[in-house]
DNA sequence: TTGTAGGCGTTATCAC
DNA sequence: GTGATAACGCCTACAA
């Protein structure tokens, strides 16, 4: 069955196609009963405008893209309530579009802008390592968000907002040396990590040097490569095979707070106790470790300032008003029952 | 800059578009060697094709659309990977939609199968009440996932894939009665839900019958409206309500799972325990109940068989193998240490 | 206030 | 094997 379009519905009307187009985009030139006349048609026919032909025709739609990379993260959630509330203030509409942990986001972004015709673009989560040749092909403002950069990237050439994910790294790590730990264990990215994961990382290292902590390589662990990456399961996983080791240690970093969960779980498992055998830091801030048994210290992103700062770079470089931004949000070291002072 | 269009690649292979939409699309009447070059071109200049323009042209594409309604809940995205490798097994191409919670998602739906021309919609998560006259515009197939329908739906005019909510919701509430628990209070949707929320009142309220107990209706809350739904916070409040209101429980039985970590989490500020003073059950099989402290007792929903049932039944919908199917799932009672006996 | 006609970028149809 | 050309469904000058 052929789709009804809006030929058919200027027939049925009596009207040319014109007159209904303005019906359908609200546009002034049209009298107030001709208008509800039409849409009582295409109401009554369920005509349904086709997105594809309006994208094609119109040469410039008031829309913002978010693209999430990887599997949904629970900290995004809040994220995106905010970028739909503020894109909405702005008279603009949204699309949130998803990325494939395996897909090129750059290559759907650059897609996605011809076919919708976007305004700007938001980059959510993932890794972020793309030639500068390919990111000249996006002709539209974007906005990096929460992901961390390694400073070989020329900073002039996008924009971003996060937090300092070395420096909050250092921040926990700092603590909890201050609480008398000299034996920090880490869960971290793979070593070949290029973003948060290293930053984190390096983060903890520094803060071990400053309080003339030797690095032992025997508490760093990386991620397991074929489970879903900073998730519980993972978490779980590692600390498992660091308690089995033997090695000594009395607290422990997870750069995230899913793998931070995963890693109590098996000390649980173990026979021993958070915080009194071990003390457990996680990393983001996610609602879990405030309702987690115990409750967990973490370093919490500011996920609704980074939201809302976002947008308004974004919007700042659709007006050219800037070429480029970059903010970094502090984070907060919530200190909770999963760690404690060494006894 | 104007983007670059087929007709330039054309131009500059000195060929005709038609020739370039061949390269492009992988049809057999070309030569290996004009393809060749024609998409050496294509790479070297960056051209993208509009993926409108396709679509509009294009009579029927293999794709299939995933909508999911509402925030994304963790529950989903072991589903949508599923989901993903299916479609993708079949050579089809996939597309993954968010719906607003205050959205329509058959609107959306009609909306997207006419701008994508899909070939089939999995519908995932939320209510489902509209009208059968709706339901009729799409014109394609369509599954729903995981949502519980009220029987007042014709069955013959959709297809589903879920669990019995109200069985589940029952083997559970049975379960704790059979552990000696007499007065159990349950958090459950808003009074006027109509899905999956009713269906597990509805399950509790049954089990308490049959062990000829009395309904309190003391014990009976609902999630806050002002709340984000099925959440943890929603559970911590709801539950200081109850263990306020001085109203006499031993068991908790939580609609989902997320109510069910927010539930401990207020027993244990109010210095008590679990499952010690009071055991508290879930529902749906989300990691954490494996994690929190104490594990929880929880259904837990087959979703990997879900979802690949959903793609199956969509299929066979396709190809007009059958008209409409039902298919319900076992789902598995996973006790563990949030529930014990009566003392 | 309303209608006609051309074009957005692509693919399908048909000739060559 | 290749190339014109007509749609696809809509929007928007421009004309009436």
């Given at each position: 069955m052929a789709s009804i379009t809006i030929i058919d519905i200027a027939k049925m009307c009596g009207v040319g196609v014109t007159t209904v187009s303005r019906a359908i985009n609200n546009?002034?030139?049209?009298?107030e009963e001709t208008k509800a006349m039409i849409m009582q048609v295409i109401k009554d026919n369920h005509y349904v405008p086709n997105n594809s032909a309006r994208n094609l025709k119109?040469?410039?739609?008031?829309t913002i893209a978010v693209l999430i990379k990887g599997i949904t993260n629970p900290f995004f959630n809040r994220m995106i309530q905010v970028f739909e509330k503020e894109i909405q203030r702005k008279k603009y509409s949204f699309i949130l579009q998803h990325v494939d942990e395996n897909q090129d986001e750059i290559e759907v972004a650059i897609e996605l802008e011809k076919e919708k015709r976007l305004k700007g673009i938001v980059f959510l989560g993932g890794n972020f390592s793309h030639s500068k040749e390919k990111l000249d092909q996006l002709t539209v403002p974007f906005v990096l968000s929460t992901i961390g950069m390694t400073?070989?990237?020329?900073?002039?050439?996008y924009s971003s907002v996060s937090v300092d994910d070395y420096k909050e790294s250092y921040k926990m790590v700092d603590y909890l040396c201050n609480q008398g730990h000299r034996k920090i264990a880490i869960i971290t990215a793979?070593?070949?990590?290029?973003?948060i994961g290293k930053l984190r990382y390096e983060g903890y290292k520094q803060a071990l040097e400053d309080h003339e902590l030797p690095l032992n390589e025997k508490l760093v662990y990386s991620m397991k490569?074929?489970?879903?990456?900073?998730?519980m399961e993972n978490g779980y996983a590692v600390t498992k095979e660091l308690l089995d080791s033997g090695e000594e240690f009395t607290a422990l970093f997870a750069v995230s707070d899913s793998l931070a969960v995963g890693a109590c779980k098996a000390i649980f498992e173990s026979?021993?106790?958070?915080?009194?055998d071990y003390s457990v830091a996680g990393f983001d801030g996610l609602d879990i470790t405030y309702y987690y048994n115990p409750s967990i210290t973490t370093i919490r992103q500011p996920v609704e300032e980074i939201a809302e700062e976002t947008i308004r770079i974004l919007f700042d470089l659709i007006n050219k008003k800037i070429t480029h931004a970059h903010k970094t949000f502090p984070a907060e070291l919530m200190i909770r029952e999963s760690t404690t002072a060494r006894k």
């Amino acid at each position: 069955m052929a789709s009804i379009t809006i030929i058919d519905i200027a027939k049925m009307c009596g009207v040319g196609v014109t007159t209904v187009s303005r019906a359908i985009n609200n546009h002034p030139d049209i009298s107030e009963e001709t208008k509800a006349m039409i849409m009582q048609v295409i109401k009554d026919n369920h005509y349904v405008p086709n997105n594809s032909a309006r994208n094609l025709k119109r040469s410039a739609s008031k829309t913002i893209a978010v693209l999430i990379k990887g599997i949904t993260n629970p900290f995004f959630n809040r994220m995106i309530q905010v970028f739909e509330k503020e894109i909405q203030r702005k008279k603009y509409s949204f699309i949130l579009q998803h990325v494939d942990e395996n897909q090129d986001e750059i290559e759907v972004a650059i897609e996605l802008e011809k076919e919708k015709r976007l305004k700007g673009i938001v980059f959510l989560g993932g890794n972020f390592s793309h030639s500068k040749e390919k990111l000249d092909q996006l002709t539209v403002p974007f906005v990096l968000s929460t992901i961390g950069m390694t400073p070989e990237y020329d900073p002039s050439e996008y924009s971003s907002v996060s937090v300092d994910d070395y420096k909050e790294s250092y921040k926990m790590v700092d603590y909890l040396c201050n609480q008398g730990h000299r034996k920090i264990a880490i869960i971290t990215a793979s070593m070949d990590d290029v973003s948060i994961g290293k930053l984190r990382y390096e983060g903890y290292k520094q803060a071990l040097e400053d309080h003339e902590l030797p690095l032992n390589e025997k508490l760093v662990y990386s991620m397991k490569e074929n489970i879903e990456s900073y998730s519980m399961e993972n978490g779980y996983a590692v600390t498992k095979e660091l308690l089995d080791s033997g090695e000594e240690f009395t607290a422990l970093f997870a750069v995230s707070d899913s793998l931070a969960v995963g890693a109590c779980k098996a000390i649980f498992e173990s026979g021993k106790s958070v915080p009194d055998d071990y003390s457990v830091a996680g990393f983001d801030g996610l609602d879990i470790t405030y309702y987690y048994n115990p409750s967990i210290t973490t370093i919490r992103q500011p996920v609704e300032e980074i939201a809302e700062e976002t947008i308004r770079i974004l919007f700042d470089l659709i007006n050219k008003k800037i070429t480029h931004a970059h903010k970094t949000f502090p984070a907060e070291l919530m200190i909770r029952e999963s760690t404690t002072a060494r006894k």
